[in-house]
């Protein structure tokens, strides 16, 4: 079997379209890689609904929770039939122990993902200071 | 020998304080992991030197440009005279694919990194809908 085959066989669900994971708010502390298929990641802003992003085959979601325990920061509604492999805190660390690759680029996602919060950070932080200086 | 001692038989480098470990826009050479003292990053801003945080015994530092190959971000100062294993980059791959359960551990302080941005942000966010002043 497959290495591929093999995790889905171990953690993977089916999930049909219009399906949400999850909304945000909730409390959970799955994460799930997407394995096949595609998602949509959308966060009120306001009143409106914005789309964050779309993440489809090999691109994961919901660490947050797993990693620190945070609520959803956001909502994911499955946009094509897919399957992903539901991760749980207990499953997690023998997961990354097992399939090296995996723990690899989620390393380096995470990191990629905090150096570009923490420029737009940098960004807002720079403007937030012009804004309160008068005139 | 105790793993420390042979850890930092291996990796270890005495950096007296004062000393410039990286400065924003260089390459990356390799992640820190401290045994002793205390290392400050900051960012310059503006002339001012901003910090982020004081790390002592434990901590590690350093590992994000070497893991999305990107210059350095931050700058990294040694405050006291320290003991700093310096992990190479080839070596820190081998490193998180080893047993170590370094791997975990960073990816848990790299999400708790993200976590603070949030909140920093969304702080923004609220003070620009509901200025107090």
């Not at chain 1, 945000?24 to 959308?42: A, H, S």
């Not at chain 1, 990693?67 to 399957?83: F, M, Q, W």
């Not at chain 1, 995996?102 to 960004?123: F, G, S, Y």
């Not at chain 2, 820190?32 to 990053?41: A, N, P």
């Amino acid at each position: 079997m497959k290495n591929e085959e093999q995790l889905f066989w171990k953690f993977g669900k089916s999930f049909s379209k219009g399906t949400v994971l999850f909304r945000e708010g909730d409390l959970g502390r799955d994460m799930f890689i997407v394995q096949q298929g595609k998602v949509q990641v959308k966060k009120r802003v306001g009143s409106t609904e914005e789309l964050l992003a779309e993440l489809s085959t090999g691109e994961f979601f919901g660490e947050m929770a797993l990693l620190i325990g945070l609520d959803r920061s956001a909502t994911v509604e499955v946009i094509e039939d897919s399957k992903l492999l539901v991760i749980s805190p207990e499953t997690f660390a023998s997961l990354l122990k097992s399939d090296i690759e995996i723990a690899l680029k989620m390393l380096k996602k995470m990191a990629a993902r905090l150096r570009a919060v923490d420029e737009h950070l940098e960004t807002a932080l720079l403007e937030a200071k012009k804004e309160k200086r008068p005139g | 020998m105790k793993e420390g001692t042979r850890l930092f038989r291996k990796f270890g480098q005495r950096f007296p304080a004062g000393t410039l470990l990286f400065e924003e826009g260089q390459p990356c050479v390799g992640m820190f992991i401290i045994q002793r003292g205390r290392v400050c990053l900051f960012k310059k801003m503006g002339g001012k030197k901003i910090t982020i945080d004081v790390l002592g015994e434990g901590d590690f530092f350093g590992e994000m440009a070497c893991l999305i190959g990107r210059p350095r971000s931050i700058n990294a100062v040694v405050e006291e005279d320290s003991e700093i294993l310096v992990v190479q980059p080839e070596i820190l791959e081998s490193l998180f694919r080893g047993n170590s359960g370094m791997g975990l551990k960073v990816l848990g302080n790299l999400a708790s990194r993200l976590k603070k941005a949030y909140e920093i942000i969304e702080g923004l966010i609220q003070d620009r809908e509901h200025p107090s002043s």
